[in-house]
């Protein structure tokens, strides 16, 4: 096996596992803002993890189509609007998620908040 072949599948390895750490990450970053935002709820670690996938699936879809991030503090105004919107959104594809709009708006803030401490590059 040359060095490209070995180079290639070690980049592989290591971005499988990069996307899980940065799910778990917002998983955690999702759960603390749920904890503390009134009128958010998560019912199951299951409903967590699943929020998580659907939050970055959406993000995914966003920055491909627009370009821009649905982070609350990585693209000013517009990217707290898209946060909140995601946040609301996903209560349609995920059984035990529940948030009000008004919850929404403060767990966008909440989750800017946290997400602008984490160490590292959170964008997928």
Do not use: C
Request: cysteine-free; glycine content about 10%.
């Amino acid at each position: 096996m040359d060095n490209n072949q070995a180079s290639s599948r070690q980049n592989t390895g290591s971005t499988a596992w990069q996307i899980i750490g940065r799910l778990i990450v917002s998983a955690i970053v999702l759960g603390i803002t749920a904890f503390f935002t009134p009128g958010f709820a998560i019912n199951s670690i299951w409903s967590l993890a699943i929020a998580a996938i659907v939050l970055a699936i959406m993000d995914y879809i966003i920055v491909k189509f627009t370009g821009l991030h649905a982070s609350p503090f990585g693209k000013g105004f517009v990217g707290f609007v898209l946060a909140t919107i995601t946040l609301y959104l996903t209560q349609y594809f995920v059984a035990g998620y529940t948030i009000s709009w008004m919850a929404a708006i403060i767990g966008a803030l909440i989750y800017g908040v946290i997400d602008y401490f984490i160490p590292g590059d959170q964008e997928m």
